[in-house]
Each structure stands twice: as structure tokens, then as C-alpha cells.
């Protein structure tokens, strides 16, 4: 999982404030097929949202970590049961600030 610096994340938090949920994990947790989806659409949006089940803060960031590890992407941040995962694609849209 690539780390991000604040001034990236405060970037891309801003940048994630439109977006909707793409992904929604269920209460199953992160399935096959979760992890399939969610790797198909991160490499296709490269910042997105996703909503996460309900529980704990703690279990919630343990998911959104797990979900970023298991697809290569860096956990931006946990709002709720919302999560912003993001991961450069080889085109990159995205210029993240240094």
C-alpha cells in the first residue's frame, strides 16, 4: 500500500468531495468478488469511493486498509462508512502535489 503525504490526501479529498460511492461491500465482508470489483473499478477511476458495512470505526478502517491492500491502492480516508481509495493508473488523470 503506497503511503500518501497530507498535503496529497487533503488534494485528493477535495478532489473525491463529488464523487459517489462506486463500490459497496457488504455485509459479507471483502469477497472474491468485492476484491474483483473493486480492482477492475480503481483502475478505471483511479480515486473513488467506497461505502463500507456497518460496525465499529475501528473495524471499518481495518476493511478500507484490507480493501487498499488486496487492489495496490493507498487508503486516503474513512469518513462514516464511506472510504476514498486511490491508486495511479499507468495514464494517470490525476497530478498529486509533491
Do not use: F, W
Not at 455485509?27 to 468478488?33: A, E, M, N
Amino acid at each position: 500500500m503506497k503511503t500518501l503525504s497530507v498535503r496529497q490526501r487533503k488534494y485528493l479529498k477535495g478532489r473525491a468531495h463529488s464523487l459517489k460511492p462506486v463500490v459497496t461491500v457488504g455485509p459479507g465482508g471483502l469477497s472474491p468478488g468485492v476484491v474483483e470489483e473493486l480492482a477492475r473499478n480503481i483502475a478505471h477511476h483511479e480515486l473513488m469511493k467506497i461505502k463500507l458495512p456497518a460496525g465499529g470505526k475501528a473495524e471499518r478502517r481495518a476493511m478500507l486498509d484490507a480493501a487498499c491492500d488486496a487492489v495496490g491502492a493507498a487508503a486516503v480516508t474513512l469518513i462514516g462508512r464511506t472510504g476514498i481509495m486511490y491508486r495511479a493508473a499507468e495514464d494517470t488523470r490525476i497530478r498529486l502535489p509533491e
